[in-house]
């Protein structure tokens, strides 16, 4: 009888050395997916302020074809300086002495071109700036242009069919725009910049 006591008394022991480790490991496991769950969360998060930022870059890049196909003259001006305030000319690497076309800088939040949903649209903003197509040393104060057929059309790069007699010459731009997760008048270097460049061409 005394031997089968101790042998039941070490199994309920064992028992419960058992049930802590069990207890142990699925502690760790719930802490563990906790840790997943939130790197996640946390990646599922940046991913769409990624996403947020490209539209508003390309977002500025669709106003500025419109601003160009509505003016009737496109000369360079002068070198953007300090006006630029977060897309800066050295996030791209081929420009060394840009001058802008009529000096045109232009920076939105999107809920100044979008409705609803003011309050986050406010938080993403977008600046852009135009010049000439560099040449092969960064400069832009020469255009390239192109020969190309019929006499009427406009944006090139749109796919445009020129179907009149004759022919003119296409000139070529460049867009830079650059798409933020912060309000127009804040947003600086330690926000999420996401950064396009458009070549297009067009003929007046």
């Given at each position: 009888m005394s031997?089968?006591?101790k042998k039941r008394k070490n199994e309920k022991g064992f028992a419960i050395a058992l049930a802590l480790l069990m207890l142990v490991a699925m502690s760790l496991m719930g802490a563990t997916l906790m840790?997943?769950?939130a790197g996640d969360h946390k990646r599922n998060g940046n991913q769409n302020v990624k996403q947020q930022t490209f539209y508003a870059a390309e977002t500025g890049i669709s106003e500025a074809k419109k601003w160009l196909a509505s003016q009737s003259s496109l000369l360079p001006g002068s070198a953007p300086g300090n006006n630029l305030s977060f897309c800066k000319t050295t996030f791209f690497p081929e420009l060394s002495s840009p001058k802008l076309?009529?000096?045109?800088i232009e920076?939105?939040?999107l809920n100044e071109l979008i409705s609803g949903e003011d309050a986050k649209l406010s938080n993403y903003?977008?600046?852009y700036f135009i010049t000439y197509t560099p040449d092969q040393t960064g400069n832009t104060q020469t255009a390239k242009t192109s020969t190309?057929?019929?006499t009427t059309g406009g944006d090139i790069s749109q796919g445009t069919t020129y179907k009149d007699s004759g022919t003119s010459i296409a000139t070529f731009y460049n867009i830079y725009s650059c798409g933020c997760n912060a309000n127009k008048s804040s947003c600086?270097?330690?926000n999420v910049i996401t950064v396009l460049q458009s070549t297009i061409t067009l003929t007046q």
């Open positions: 031997l089968n006591y840790v997943i769950a076309i009529k000096d045109k920076k939105k939040n903003s977008y600046e190309v057929s019929g600086n270097s330690d």
